[in-house]
């Protein structure tokens, strides 16, 4: 078609070498679930590097062509407001033969080389990888919400716990609560030494808790001690 | 996996989102199309029907083509052509608009009517061979076939291409001579079988008509003729139109209407000549058709038909140049409007004549400078009218009605300014001296309100609707201009390149507040806000003009009230007669405008002897960099100021450094450096020193072009003695030299393509980047040199340490800006036009040049830093203009709001966008996450818990004292 038109012609046949030594890019966004038509699509373009000089519109049919592109290496990028695409590196060796070009996935952000070794067919096929979501849901007042958070829930446990506690305690066995007021005056020795600043005795408590109950909470008070020392400063 | 790190940084950054509900309250959107480029018919407006909806098909200046709604005026559909590639024209082909862009024409696209989707695009020559020619509509064209419906076009004013109506697809090609001959086709013309291509060869001292015609089947030519003939002017005297079913070719001859009826083979060589009247111009007014056309002569217009029979119709309307002129017809039946300054009604109006005995319908016209309209007549017979002014305003007329109004020379605004209101108390404020008994009436009758309150007070305190950062500013109850709780309404002065016209934008919801045209051949090039709220009067702004007048170029000062729109001083005050090279806005104590005229003399406004005093104590620690023009090219030299015997009442400035810049970098612009309030001078780190920050007040960028070597640089400079305190050179994108830059603070951004990747070498990759710079003084930290004060003599003046670091960005963008806030001390964002039509913010945490390439430390986590990653992830949540289709932005503007956490952020260019944006989060305000319900609901929880516990303990108590 070209030959045709510029037949006769001897200084147009220069321009002829000049167009012959690119080739027109042809490809193809495919519809998928995340955007099925070109309405949705909105308007889009596929470009080569920053596109200032090799761009194609998308069509309707989803097909796009980038004319004239000459040899070498490009990254392909399909540019719309609400859609992302996968980049792909776009090799042209040989203009004159379309099987030449070579097309394979690229991650932003990596170098060029090594080429990645996985080979995509061409004409080029691509599809919306995902869709922006621009807005974060509102946070809105829901009592069940309140009542699962932990803290809320903690505060309503103390609460039954506190009216509780007197009416279980007449139900307790004699013995069993006598234990466990020695148990917590064993705990309430630990803690008012630790308060007061005094290890040793702090420690020498502990020791003398051979319950091993009361060994698992030691565990934990070196470091409580290390903080408050360190905040008191 | 790749995108851990993504989630982790959204975590760190805080989840600061826009809501869904908050649209529209905290943000407005103008979607403009452009001012219609009338002036050739190629792409002049023109009505169109799609099932039963009309719509106004235009191209304008802004290159964009869109589809307004004739209902309600809103956008249909647009498609925003790119930069370089100009419309030249479109075309209705049933439901597909086609269109030519680029140089020559080399892009034919189709565009579904309804919605502006692509149908096809098909390139019918690369841009390089493109022929360049003005107007930009010459030698390029489309008709539709007759019986096929394809399209034929015509580029470069010698290709004719037959393609395929739905998918482009050319069947034929058919070139002229080559572009070196000298003959250049303007016009096509399809008949059922035939395509006639029509253009002019130039001959000594006019041009001949050239006629070929070719098979529309084939594109075989059958045909190829001169005519004998004499045009002057190939783009406005020649015509070719189809009339029942025959071609024509029509053109003007020494004042006299000739036309030629066009045959496949060309025997006719025998113009008819209407030569019973002489005419001046020839008019297409979309009567040809019917062979109608209008001509225009000293006595008079006349319609004319030069049809099958060459004659004369009716006359219309007596000898007035002003006349412009429309025409409609449906099933056969013409109808002419022309609108002109009755001299009965002492009006514009417009007169739509139907060319029978019924008397013409009458509009009367809002606007005195109307360019261009078009007519569409209703199957009723009530016309309806697009019109647009000189100034940028279209209006839809139904009947005699205006249906609505546009103002699209919004669309090219090029300067804009916010303007803090005055308080609703201030602004109803009595006297100071008023009696008692006038203030105990005027608050009886504020008493009146008190209901009002009242319950609104009880409202609140129950629900807890408090304002927040994002609710709406709303207007002030009695309508006047005040501002809100957290200055957020504000109003925007801007001005367009278009008629030099000025609007007063709301920014509470983009109304326009006022508006008005600074007359004819007025360009704006300076805006700046002389007298604030603060000042205790209604807020003023003065807009720096260049007026251009036939005889001269002068520089116009225009001092308006910034409320109203209103003159302060005068209408336009000349300044400097002849161009003003610069003007500056000074602030000591009380502000005023210098203007240095060509000479470097300085002008003042006002010119009073404050302004003068106050610039005799202070010029010697003035220093401004300019552009000048040397030896064909521009350089940057930066000029003090000295008091001349010889320049009489003005001070003059004088050269006192030029930048020296290698033998064939050229300087592209310079950009002078963000000011606002500095909340710190330095930064502590995690090992508690300190990086104090380098805060020159002189600094600007300067933007060169090195075109031999392909490269781009970008300087720093000392405007005192033109010192460069940072520079780079960066790679040009095809050659052209596009970095985007900003500076505020001590904090440079920048923004480039990066496209050096040796062919044969691959080693690296291509893509946008961002570079990041922070300037500290000294030489490391806890150095302090105090720059902020210092003197640009002192040695230490360029003592200075940068961090750098560069990131790979997401888009390619077309303006950035970084937030400001009234006191500086929230974080700044980098706000960034992208595009891809959004406008998107950039946390300053996530462009911090000291991330480390490693986990960071505890003392580096501690200062907020985290590891280094080479991308900027394109997060959508921080997408501020979320799904709006910001198109084309050109600037970014950014200004306090009264609350320190939220500044806001206004973007223009075709668009028009406008929102809040609070960068370390709304901390002085109640978050919006703020419950009083579940307060409430505690609280009272609590107290129903105490008063169930009471009687409890009580009890307890006594028994405790009992048996103790």
Known sequence: ?233 | MRFLPLLFLIHALGCWAIHESDVGTVDWHKKLVGIPLYKSPATAPRFASVDDRNVILTASANNVLAALDAKDGTVAWRYVFDPEDRIAGFYQNGNTVVTLSGPGGAIARGLDIKTGVLTFERRLHANSEGLLVDPNDLGKGIAIGTTSQDVYTLTNGHTVTRLDKSTGKPSWTWSGQDQSSLTLFTKLLTTTDTVYVIGVSSSFASYTLHVVSLSSSTGQVLADSEIPSSIVNASADLFAFVHSGSAFAAWLENGNARSLLLSPTLKNKQAQTLSKQSFEELLDVGLSDLGLFVGKGSRGSTVINLGDNASLGSTIGSSDASAIYAGFHADGKPHIAKSFWSTSTEKYILEVNALDASAPTILPLEHADVAHFTLHVASSGEPQVFLTTESGTVQLYTGTQVQWSREESLATTTLAEFVELPEQISAEADAKGESFTHRLLRHAVQAKDFPRYFSSFVRRFITGSYASATSAATAAADGKLSRDAFGFRQVIVTASHVGGKVFGIDSSNGDILWSRALGAGVTPSKIFTIKAVSDGVDPEVVIVTEKRSEEARDTVVFHLNALTGEDVAGSGTTIVRGQGSDAFLLDYGSKFIIILDDLQRVHFYPDNDESRRAFTDNHSKLSLPSLASKNGHTVIFGSHFAFNEDAGEHPVAYRTWELPLPKDERVQTIDRAHRGPVASLGKVLGDRTTLYKYLNPRLFIAYTVTASKSLCGLYLVDSAKGTVVYQVQLPANNGACNIQATLSENWLVYHYYESEVPSSDVHRTKGYRVVTVELYEGQGPDDKTESSDMSSFDKAATDVFAFEESYIFPHAISALAPTSTKFGISGKDLIVATKNHKIQSFPRRLLNPRRPHRKPTSQEAEEGLFQYDPIIYDDPKRVISHTYEVANVQKIVTAPALLESTSMVFAFGLDMFLTRVAPSGTFDVLSENFNKAQLVLTVSGLIAAIMFTRPMVQRKRLREKWYM
């Open chain 1, 1 to 233: 078609m070209v030959l045709r038109s510029l037949k006769g012609s001897l200084c147009l046949l220069f321009l002829w070498f000049a167009t012959t030594i690119a080739i027109d890019i042809h490809g193809r966004v495919e519809w998928n679930d995340v955007c099925s038509n070109a309405t949705e699509l909105g308007r889009a373009k596929a470009i080569l590097d920053s596109g200032s000089e090799y761009a194609g519109s998308i069509t309707a049919s989803g097909d796009f062509t980038i004319f004239d592109v000459p040899s070498g290496t490009y990254l392909l990028s399909i540019i719309t407001h609400d859609y992302t695409f996968d980049k792909l590196r776009i090799d042209v060796h040989n203009p004159a033969d379309a099987q030449t070009v070579e097309v394979r996935p690229y991650i932003e952000g990596t170098p060029l080389h090594p080429p990645s070794t996985v080979i995509l067919p061409y004409p080029i096929k691509v599809s919306a990888k995902g869709k922006f979501a621009y807005f974060s849901p509102p946070d809105s007042f829901n009592l069940i919400t309140m009542l699962s958070n932990p803290m809320t829930m903690m505060m309503v446990f103390g609460g039954i716990m506190m009216l509780a506690t007197p009416y279980m305690m007449k139900n307790l066995d004699p013995e069993a609560l006598e234990e466990m007021k020695k148990e917590q005056a064993k705990v309430a020795g630990v803690q008012k030494a630790i308060a007061s600043g005094d290890f040793k005795g702090g420690i020498s408590a502990i020791m003398a808790a051979a319950d091993e109950a009361t060994a698992a909470t030691v565990a934990k008070t070196p470091q409580k001690s290390g903080k408050s020392k360190k905040s008191k400063r």
